[in-house]
């Protein structure tokens, strides 16, 4: 019965903190683990880099082909993004077609390197759900921050890959961007 009880425990635990359509891990759980790794950074004088993912041209793929279609395509992204990712990485559906990825001991280089392997295995593997259905894969546009080089917090690194994300997107999509050197 114990044995049983535990199993129950920890199957109620992963879908409390994971995101049914994505497999990823959810945004309340990113707000739990982002601070305990920026803390655990802080402490061992170490660099933590946050990737923020937004899905390019996505209502596109609801209005033309509908909602089963766009959940696939969020599905595969999902996957897309963890398996472009170390094992000691964390990747979230941060909301809508929204994602995040926490990358512990990530300098820029390879958080520009990690944020390269997402940005084009999300071209070849939306091409391969879609087929062709449609003309132009779906593409994402991120934005990146450092830990110490962008913020010294949590808060304060998502905001600045946020605005680097739609600086991306506003300089025309599938791409990535890095802020100019930091004055801290």
């Known amino acids: 019965m114990s044995i049983e009880n535990a199993r129950l425990h920890h199957e109620t635990r992963q879908m409390a903190i994971t995101d049914v359509l994505t497999g990823l891990y ?7 683990v982002l601070p305990q790794e920026l ?17 390019d041209n996505f209502k596109k793929v609801n209005d033309t082909f509908g909602h089963p279609m766009g959940d696939r395509v969020l599905a595969t992204m999902g996957q897309t993004i963890k398996k472009a990712l170390r094992t000691v990485d964390f990747a979230f ?47 994402v546009s991120i934005g990146v921050s450092c830990y110490p080089r962008d913020a010294a917090d949590g ?30």
């Open 93 to 139: 559906r941060y909301g809508g077609e929204e994602f995040v990825v926490i990358l512990p001991e990530a300098d820029l280089k390879s958080a520009c390197k990690a944020a390269e392997r997402i940005r084009l295995r999300a071209i070849a593997d939306s091409k391969r759900v879609l087929r062709s259905d449609m003309t132009e894969p779906v593409t």
């Open 39 to 55: 803390e655990r950074a802080q402490r061992l004088n170490l660099p933590l880099s946050i990737l923020l993912i937004d899905a």
């Open 155 to 184: 808060k304060a690194l998502v905001a600045v890959a946020d605005h680097l994300l739609y600086q991306a997107k506003g300089a025309g999509k599938n791409r990535i961007l890095v802020s100019e050197e930091s004055d801290q």
């Open 26 to 32: 959810n945004r309340r759980y990113f707000e739990k």
